[in-house]
């Protein structure tokens, strides 16, 4: 190239890279947030991804990102004692300019964004002390609270834990990618741990997937282990095929069925305890002639609607897997994902029906996103049923901790830390 050319060239690219930095530096002050600098091409890339926040209760700070970029920060106030502000992974189900407390004698809640149907939300205060003084909600400064209002949209990730909190970019190969190659790797790979595991993935039973032409809102995955309910709501489908009359199969253990149990007990000459327990379990399973159900199950949600679940496996499934969020950006082509991970404890009640190896009671479980990622066993068909309808602002959470009671009408996977 002639150096006249070669000159005009680099000035080129220098006016481009100075028009974008201006941008976003008009942008920034048009918001009142942080100025963002433009370093690299990877930076740029990040301009139309997701935005994540992130609240400290142990530093009383909130974050805003945008991939890993940060674009603001500001002070808050959390829950007082008695009135902790929960945990975990919530996204924004409402937001309102103009609020006032339902439970609260009308208090006023301004540039209220909810997270939770049963009280919980971010909204200026004119109190927002340096501790914990609000009834759980997050209490924003006035500016700062309308600035985030402004920035965020219904269906953005809102993470709270008592560490700061960073999203850092990761690849593995259990991360979802979209279209026909995805499912294409994904049999192969499920072809290979079905033969390691001794055929676990046989016979699972997984609809057709179906090509969208569009995805009105992003995908929301979440990666558990097998509630209780689903447990018990298996142990009352055999309980009945075997005759003993456990009655409806809701998955709740009631009187009909522990003394459903309890025949049965009797008529395998075992002591009548009524009492639901791994050992009963195994038992009525191999009674059934029937295979426990694998560990684990994945939940797919869009628009706040279940679209459907299937069982997963677990490799070592009595280590914990701890709490890891996972957020994608990118095209029809490709998704960049960047991950979470969050200390937190897990419900006794899980630690029991798995018999999780956890040091001591309540302790706070910790653990690398890629480890869990590797653990995670789901069939091809699966994967591909997700490949087909995954995009851009999906979401993948992982944790032990089960459906939580936050999950339900019109929300996301609110994943709760104990």
Request: charged share 20%; with cysteine.
């Amino acid at each position: 190239m002639p150096a006249a050319a070669l000159l005009l060239s680099s000035a080129l690219v220098t006016a481009a890279l100075a028009t974008s930095a201006l941008a976003a530096k008009q942008a920034a002050g048009k918001s009142g947030l942080k100025e963002l600098t433009v370093r690299s091409g990877e930076d740029e890339s990040q301009a139309n991804a997701p935005v994540l926040v992130t609240v400290s209760i142990d530093n009383q700070q909130l974050r805003v990102y945008r991939g890993t970029d940060k674009l603001a920060a500001s002070r808050v106030s959390s829950g007082k004692p008695g009135y902790d502000t929960p945990m975990g992974v919530f996204s924004i189900l409402e937001k309102k300019r103009r609020h006032r407390s339902n439970i609260y004698s009308g208090a006023p809640m301004p540039y209220m964004q909810r997270l939770t149907w049963s009280g919980i939300a971010l909204h200026q205060s004119n109190s927002v002390p340096s501790w914990p003084a609000s009834h759980g909600c997050v209490r924003l400064p006035g500016k700062f609270a309308k600035q985030l209002f402004n920035l965020t949209e219904r269906g953005a990730h809102v993470l709270i834990a008592r560490e700061m909190l960073q999203p850092a970019p990761i690849r593995h190969k259990a991360l979802f990618q979209p279209g026909a190659a995805e499912a294409k790797m994904a049999s192969l790979r499920d072809t290979i741990d079905g033969i390691a595991n001794g055929g676990l993935l046989e016979g699972l039973p997984v609809e057709k997937p179906e090509q969208t032409a569009e995805i009105p809102k992003p995908l929301r995955i979440y990666a558990t282990r097998i509630t209780r309910r689903e447990i018990t709501r298996e142990l009352q489908r055999l309980l009945n095929r075997l005759g003993h009359e456990a009655g409806e199969v809701d998955g709740l253990y009631g009187k009909g069925t522990a003394e459903a149990v309890i025949r049965f007990q009797k008529a395998q000459g075992l002591a009548p305890t009524g009492m639901l327990s791994e050992e009963l379990v195994d038992t009525v399973y191999s009674t059934a002639g029937e295979e426990r159900p694998l560990p684990g199950m994945i939940y797919v949600r869009r628009g706040h609607l279940p679209v459907f679940s299937a069982p997963i496996g677990l490799r070592n499934p009595k280590e914990p897997l701890g709490t890891h969020f996972f957020l994608a950006s990118g095209d029809k082509e490709q998704l960049n994902w960047l991950s979470v991970s969050m200390a937190g404890r897990i419900p006794p009640s899980v630690v029991r029906d798995h018999k999780l190896e956890v040091e001591g009671s309540g302790q706070l479980v910790r653990s690398n996103p890629r480890t869990a990622l590797d653990r995670l066993i789901i069939d091809a068909k699966t994967r591909e049923r997700i490949a087909l309808m995954i995009g851009h602002g999906a979401s993948f959470s992982v944790s032990d901790n089960g459906l939580g009671t936050e999950t339900g009408w019109g929300t996301d996977f609110i994943v709760q830390l104990r």
